[in-house]
């Protein structure tokens, strides 16, 4: 099992760059697939980001391909959600998620989920 805690979000003006970071508790980060999710409010949970267990292979969502990027650290059993030329419509609470084998963006895969941090992007 494994518990997540992301951290990093805040209130940015469009154009800005926020880091997220979520960190994983437990000896095991590395035989993960994260992914990072998103919710605005009154709509559905979205797929943001995947990044494999060694880092090595990443999938991004249409929407924010070349302006997010993934990545994770096993040694600091982190992963991050490097955010740039963000936009209001990017404006949402950010979910980092953990699963088994194989990149996603089907939330239904993953079995552990974090308590969310709040991205506000203002225009």
């Known amino acids: 099992q494994v518990q997540l805690v992301e951290s990093g979000g805040g209130l940015v003006q469009a154009g800005g760059s926020l880091r997220l970071s979520c960190a994983a508790s437990?000896?095991?980060?590395?035989?993960?697939?994260m992914g990072w999710f998103r919710q605005a409010p009154g709509k559905e949970r979205e797929f943001v980001a995947a990044?494999?267990?060694?880092?090595?292979?990443?999938y991004y969502a249409d929407s924010v391909k070349g302006r997010f990027t993934i990545s994770r650290d096993n040694a600091k059993n982190t992963v991050y959600l490097q955010m740039n030329s963000l936009k209001p419509e990017d404006t949402a609470v950010y979910y980092c998620?953990?699963?088994?084998?194989?990149?996603?963006?089907?939330?239904?895969?993953?079995?552990?989920w974090g308590q969310g941090t709040q991205v506000t992007v203002s225009s």
């Open positions: 998620a953990a699963k088994g084998l194989g990149l996603t963006y089907y939330a239904g895969s993953y079995d552990y």
């Open positions: 437990g000896r095991t980060f590395s035989s993960y697939t």
């Open positions: 990044i494999s267990r060694s880092g090595g292979s990443t």
